[in-house]
C-alpha cells in the first residue's frame, strides 16, 4: 500500500509573509489525514518561517533544490545540513527547470542525490522527457538513462526514502496535463527499471509521482492509476482552494 504524495512546488513564488499565511490557510482548510502524505516546497527564504507554522500538522516542508557539498566556499548555494536545520525533511532534486536553465546534468544530480540522503533527507527526484524527445519516439530510453544516471551506485538501501517524479517536461506549465494513460504508461515502465535493478519487492513499496500541468480536474484521472502514487504540483500548488482540492482529489 503506497500513501498518496501531494506535493507542491512553489518555484520561484511568494515572500515570506504570503507563504506564512499561505501555510496558516492551509493547516485550517486541511485537516490531517492518515491516507495522504502533503508537502509543500517554498523557496529557500520561507523555509524556516514554514516549517515553524507548520511544525507538528502533518504538513512536511521540502527544498527545490540543494547543493552536493556539506559546507564551504561555494557562493550562493545552501546545502542539506542547512535544509534540515531549517525544517525541511524533502528536497526536489534534478527538476527539469533546473537541468534545462542550470545546466543541470545527471552526474550533477546524483552527487545531489547521494548529499540529500546522507543528511536524512527524502529526496523527490524529477525525471521526464523533453516533447522533441516523446515525438522522436525516446521517452523510455531517456527515462531510463535519467533513472540509471542519477541512481549511479546506489545501493537499495539508498533508493528506499526516495521518491520519484515523473514530469513530462512538455506538460510543465503548458497546461497539457499527461493523459492518464500517458502518464500510465511511463510509470509502470519507471517501475519496472526500478525492479530490475532493485527488485520487484523494493520497486513496489515505491512512490512513482506525476508533474505537470495537474489541477483539480486532472487529479483525479491521473491517482485512479494502479502506478501513479500522488502529483508534484506547480501552478495549482499556489492558491490554497485550488491546493486542497487536488488533496481532496
Ligand atoms: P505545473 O503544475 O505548473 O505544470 O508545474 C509542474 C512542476 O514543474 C512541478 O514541479
Redo the contacts with the bound molecule.
Keep these: 500500500m503506497r500513501l498518496p504524495i501531494i ?1 507542491g ?1 512553489w ?1 520561484m513564488h511568494k515572500t515570506v509573509r504570503e507563504s506564512v499565511d499561505f501555510a496558516r490557510q492551509l493547516m485550517i482548510a486541511y485537516a490531517e489525514s492518515p491516507d495522504r502524505r502533503v508537502i509543500v ?1 517554498p523557496p529557500f527564504t520561507s523555509i524556516y518561517a514554514v516549517a515553524a507554522v507548520l511544525m507538528g500538522s502533518g504538513i512536511h516542508v521540502a527544498a527545490q533544490n540543494l547543493h552536493d557539498k556539506q559546507a564551504g566556499a561555494f557562493t550562493g548555494e545552501i546545502s542539506a545540513a542547512m535544509l534540515v536545520d531549517a525544517g525541511c525533511e524533502y528536497a ?1 532534486v534534478g ?3 533546473r537541468r534545462a536553465l542550470f545546466g543541470e546534468r545527471d552526474d550533477v544530480i546524483n552527487r545531489k542525490l547521494r548529499a540529500a540522503i546522507s543528511f536524512d533527507l527524502r529526496p523527490i527526484f ?1 525525471i521526464g522527457e523533453t516533447l522533441d524527445e516523446r515525438e522522436a519516439g525516446r521517452t523510455f530510453t531517456v527515462v531510463e538513462r535519467q533513472i540509471k544516471e542519477g541512481l549511479n551506485n546506489f545501493t537499495a538501501d539508498d533508493i528506499k526514502p526516495i521518491v520519484i ?1 515523473y ?1 513530462p517536461v512538455w ?5 497539457r ?1 499527461a493523459t492518464p494513460e500517458q502518464a500510465q504508461e511511463v510509470h509502470a515502465y519507471i517501475r519496472a527499471v526500478m525492479g530490475k535493478i532493485y527488485g520487484d519487492s523494493l520497486a513496489g513499496l515505491l512512490h512513482v509521482i506525476y ?5 483539480p480536474g486532472t487529479i483525479g484521472g491521473l491517482m485512479a492509476q494502479p502506478d501513479i502514487d500522488g502529483a ?6 499556489l492558491d490554497v482552494e485550488s491546493f486542497v482540492k487536488i488533496i481532496q482529489f
Design positions: 506535493a512546488n518555484k516546497a526536489i527538476h527539469s527547470e524529477c517524479a514530469e506538460a510543465i506549465g503548458t497546461g496535463t508533474g505537470g500541468s495537474v489541477n508534484l504540483v506547480g501552478g495549482a500548488s
